[in-house]
């Protein structure tokens, strides 16, 4: 049996968000810069978001006429995601995959040349949608009492827009 954890995110919101306020950076007084681990969030963020979305396009453009049909019928390289209609791929790669790690495509592609398999990232992110999938379907399942109906986890329960997962509250 194989179940494909397509990101709920993808499924339920397509139109990109936009990105957290500039108020996160409140706590921190002008001229008190403590140096910090993480990137500058709002320009950085819109950097990325915009150089996905323009990925996006110009494939979307390749494949104009195709968009609904399967997957697999329409780009050469898929081992997981083979039953989505195109776009819907697309918008996986989009919100699912990029905006859950916080990357942009090529972190685990080479730009233009999306069927090949030269980055591990990409073939981690098969692994990881694997994994996803004996959570939700070994694990998940059998946790009596959840509030569900549908307890789920997906690339963004842990990642939440970075690629390495916290293990520690800030
Ligand atoms: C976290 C890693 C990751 C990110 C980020 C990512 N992809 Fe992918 N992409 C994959 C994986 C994994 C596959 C193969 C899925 C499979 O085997 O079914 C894939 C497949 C594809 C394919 C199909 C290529 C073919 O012919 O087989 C296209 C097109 C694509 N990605 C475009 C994009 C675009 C555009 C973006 C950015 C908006 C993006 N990807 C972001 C991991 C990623
Ligand atoms: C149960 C938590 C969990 C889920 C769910 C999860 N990941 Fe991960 N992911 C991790 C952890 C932990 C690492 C390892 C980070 C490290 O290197 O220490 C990781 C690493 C990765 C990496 C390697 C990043 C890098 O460049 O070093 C990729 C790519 C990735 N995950 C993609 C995905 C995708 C795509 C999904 C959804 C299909 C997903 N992950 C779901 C926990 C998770």
Redesign the pocket.
Known sequence: MIVV?A?TTARTSETPQPSPSPGTSQTTAPGNAAPSATAPAGTQTDSVTRERERYVAEVMQEIAGREQQPASQVFKNLKTLTNVPAARLLSIMNI??GK??G?SCT??HVAGEWDRDDK???Q??RD??A??TA?NTQLLRNIPNLKGPNAL???????RGQ???ALNLP
């Open positions: 954890v990101c699912g995959y859950s790690l990357v972190h685990c591990p990232q990409k981690i992110a990881m949608s994994m996803a959570i986890v997906n690339c963004t329960t842990c990642h690629v390495k997962p």
